[in-house]
């Protein structure tokens, strides 16, 4: 494949980081001024990096991250996704370094992220390297950012990137997704390739808000289901991967990606109520405009109760690729509907979930904006769920249509049993799920 302009011009502005990089790393001497005095990137060596105690350690510290948010992947979860460094999930292109699913098979690699927020280095490099067993392909992303400011609350940076993408993220964690597909031959997320490059710009002017901007520019392309390989499930459990470009193998698409994040840390709550908002625009020259927000709050009952709620709206504007366009149904949206059963132009999600657990146990410290609940107690909970799409705009929402859906769980540590059935047949045979990350 010829390298595109767009491709050219990222490369060239990648070097106009790396190489002032690489000079400073030459000629600085070790004072205060050393931008890498404190990046563990420059001042660890080998032994220190496989260091067996240093690998029990991040292992232990993994598991108990685990424990304590309730989840096997990361640490925030947004309206596109998990993740763990600033600006949305979807917009960043590093996965799990091991990690398995229908069209990748066996993915193993490495990987290093984009700095967050207290970082005290300056400039910094990311990426990852991966070889993808299913697909027989080398995947790839190379990064660069720098922070702004005194107080470093403005970074930007620039990548190339060469991936598998889902915009299933919201649904199930990529590492929840790649165990349940290992083991019981769930995949609950759709695939395509992903190539092109991304300029980016995210600042914090308060600890309540966060301002994204980014640029995309990509080559993205069709995926097959290259392996149906699962441990204790049946195979025929694995759907088809479908198509996310019609008539076609590849489509090129253009994004500004612009938006904002509200109370992403729980910076603004009582003692009884908390919330955050996150916005996004997806703004296409000659492709399509999509429009996406989520409001999620959590109110505290009472010493032994918590009810959280999750509003999701979204809207595509013009001819958009098949994955742009709403599905519900399934994981993390309509739980007791058929996978993806319901598809749009634009979408209404409902979720809410009250946490019932011992008094006195269920809850502890605000402190940090999270809520600290104690995950070696037994929690029950009851949810309901509503979903809506339609092929017209938003304004269309009518209630009347929405498929709907009640349940019960109980989990302890990030496992979660779910029960859920439809409304509209309550005596009939309910959907079993179990969970290894927060529904949201």
């Known amino acids: 494949m010829k390298t595109t302009v767009t491709h050219r011009w990222s490369l060239f502005l990648m070097a106009l980081l790396f190489v002032p990089i690489g000079l400073l790393a030459q000629v600085a001497k070790p004072d205060d001024d050393d931008p890498f005095s404190d990046d563990p990137m420059f001042n660890r060596s080998v032994r220190d990096w496989f260091n067996p105690d240093r690998i029990s350690r991040e292992v232990r510290r993994r598991r108990d991250r685990i424990?304590?948010?309730?989840?096997?992947?990361?640490?925030?979860?947004?309206?596109?996704?998990?993740?763990?460094?600033?600006?949305?999930?979807?917009v960043s292109s590093i996965r799990p370094m091991v990690r398995f699913n229908r069209v990748e098979g066996v993915v193993i690699g490495v990987n290093s992220t984009e700095m967050g927020w207290g970082r005290r280095a300056l400039f910094d490099t990311f990426g990852q390297i991966n070889y993808s067993f299913g697909r027989r392909e080398w995947l790839y992303t190379l990064g660069a950012e720098r922070y702004f400011g005194s107080e470093k609350r403005f970074k930007a940076g620039v990548e190339y990137h060469r991936i598998t993408d889902s915009d299933d993220g919201f649904r199930v964690g990529w590492t929840e997704n790649s165990l349940t597909s290992f083991f019981a031959a769930y995949d609950q997320m759709d695939y395509f390739g992903r190539r092109g490059a991304r300029i980016f710009a995210v600042a914090k002017p308060t600890d309540w808000l966060e301002l994204n901007a980014s640029y995309r520019s990509d080559d993205i392309h069709n995926l097959e289901r290259n392996t149906r390989y699962?441990?204790?499930g049946h195979k025929s459990t694995y759907q088809v991967n479908p198509a996310v470009v019609s008539g076609a193998d590849t489509a090129r698409v253009s994004h500004i990606v612009t938006g904002f994040r509200l109370n992403p840390d729980g910076s603004l709550q009582t003692n009884r109520f908390g919330f955050s908002l996150d916005v996004m625009a997806q703004l296409g020259k000659?492709?399509?405009?999509?429009?996406?927000?989520?409001?999620?709050?959590?109110?505290?009952?009472?010493?032994?109760?918590?009810?959280?709620?999750?509003?999701?709206?979204?809207?595509?504007?013009?001819?958009?690729?098949l994955n742009a366009r709403y599905a519900l149904g399934g994981v993390g949206t309509v739980r007791s509907e058929p996978f993806k059963s319901q598809t749009g132009s634009s979408m209404v999600l409902l979720n809410a979930e009250l946490l019932i657990g011992e008094s006195g146990d269920m809850f502890g410290d605000w402190a940090g904006g999270i809520v600290e609940f104690n995950l070696n107690k037994?929690?029950?909970?009851?949810?309901?769920?509503?979903?809506?799409?339609?092929?017209?705009?938003?304004?269309?929402?009518?209630?009347?249509?929405?498929?709907?859906?009640?349940?019960?769980?109980?989990?302890?540590?990030?496992?979660?049993?779910?029960?859920?059935?439809?409304?509209?047949?309550?005596?009939?045979t309910p959907v079993f799920w179990v969970r290894l990350n927060p529904t949201f």
Request: hydrophobic share 40%.
């Open 67 to 90: 424990i304590e948010l309730s989840g096997v992947d990361d640490r925030y979860q947004d309206l596109t996704g998990y993740g763990n460094v600033p600006g949305f999930a979807s």
């Open 230 to 232: 699962t441990m204790f």
């Open 286 to 321: 000659a492709a399509y405009d999509r429009y996406d927000a989520e409001l999620r709050t959590i109110v505290i009952i009472d010493p032994s109760a918590v009810l959280k709620t999750r509003l999701r709206v979204g809207e595509v504007v013009g001819q958009p690729t």
């Open 378 to 428: 037994l929690r029950t909970m009851l949810f309901f769920d509503a979903g809506w799409t339609g092929p017209g705009p938003v304004r269309d929402f009518d209630p009347n249509r929405m498929k709907t859906s009640i349940g019960v769980g109980v989990n302890s540590s990030p496992v979660r049993f779910e029960v859920a059935w439809p409304t509209k047949d309550l005596a009939g």
